[in-house]
T-cell receptor, first 107, second 115 residues
Framework: KQEVTQIPAALSVPEGENLVLNCSFT??????LQWFRQDPGKGLTSLLLIQSSQREQTSGRLNASLDKSSGRSTLYIAASQPGDSATYLCAPGKLVFGAGTILRVKS | GAVVSQHPSWVICKSGTSVKIECRSLDFQATTMFWYRQFPKQSLMLMAT?????????EQGVEKDKFLINHASLTLSTLTVTSAHPEDSSFYICSATGFGYNEQFFGPGTRLTVL
């Protein structure tokens, strides 16, 4: 059974900082891994999808890496902004989510 | 493209009543839909997986007679919470995927409050 751990559970940073969110998973037999953003009381917004054959994906200020063999993924956010404040969830494969990292970017 | 909607966005009902939540894929054919439940400050937990035209597959611990799932068409799946109780109050989110897609697309969620 896939188990997903996200570290840190919460993070508060001043605006402009670069930051890294970590995701580890136990079952490396995955086809892809997605990072999502969830605003309070809202659904999920897909940020990045990394295929199992890829090492990383980039979208704007976001960069996600995947090390499938070691069961790890990181989400790098450059030059953080207050609008980045949300809960970030990783999902290796399709059906299991991490508990998320609650990010607060202070202006 | 790949938009999923849910209706209603929120619902309040009395204990003992049934509530139906709809999940629609607006611009693609959803061969598979997933239903998740999210309690406050917790992550999403998969409840069931439904393939169009087939019976849903429920995760361990999810009562199939209480959470009725119907996926009768390629654009619509419904989740009916029967005889709802206050402990069923939660945020219910659906997702969908289809041919040519290898990712899920999520609906905006439905907030259910049972009084």
């Amino acid at each position: 059974k896939q188990e997903v751990t996200q570290i840190p559970a919460a993070l508060s940073v001043p605006e402009g900082e670069n930051l890294v969110l970590n995701c580890s998973f136990t079952d490396s037999a995955i086809y892809n891994l997605q990072w999502f953003r969830q605003d309070p009381g809202k659904g999920l917004t897909s940020l990045l999808l990394i295929q199992s054959s890829q090492r990383e994906q980039t979208s704007g200020r976001l960069n996600a890496s995947l090390d499938k063999s070691s069961g790890r993924s990181t989400l790098y956010i450059a030059a953080s902004q207050p609008g980045d404040s949300a809960t970030y969830l990783c999902a290796p494969g399709k059906l299991v989510f991490g508990a998320g990292t609650i990010l607060r970017v202070k202006s | 493209g790949a938009v999923v909607s849910q209706h209603p966005s929120w619902v309040i009902c009395k204990s003992g009543t049934s509530v139906k939540i709809e999940c629609r894929s607006l611009d693609f054919q959803a061969t598979t839909m997933f239903w998740y439940r999210q309690f406050p400050k917790q992550s999403l937990m998969l409840m069931a997986t439904s393939n169009e035209g087939s019976k849903a597959t429920y995760e361990q611990g999810v009562e199939k007679d209480k959470f009725l799932i119907n996926h009768a068409s390629l654009t619509l799946s419904t989740l009916t919470v029967t005889s709802a109780h206050p402990e069923d109050s939660s945020f219910y989110i659906c997702s969908a995927t289809g041919f040519g897609y290898n990712e899920q697309f999520f609906g905006p969620g439905t907030r259910l409050t049972v009084l």
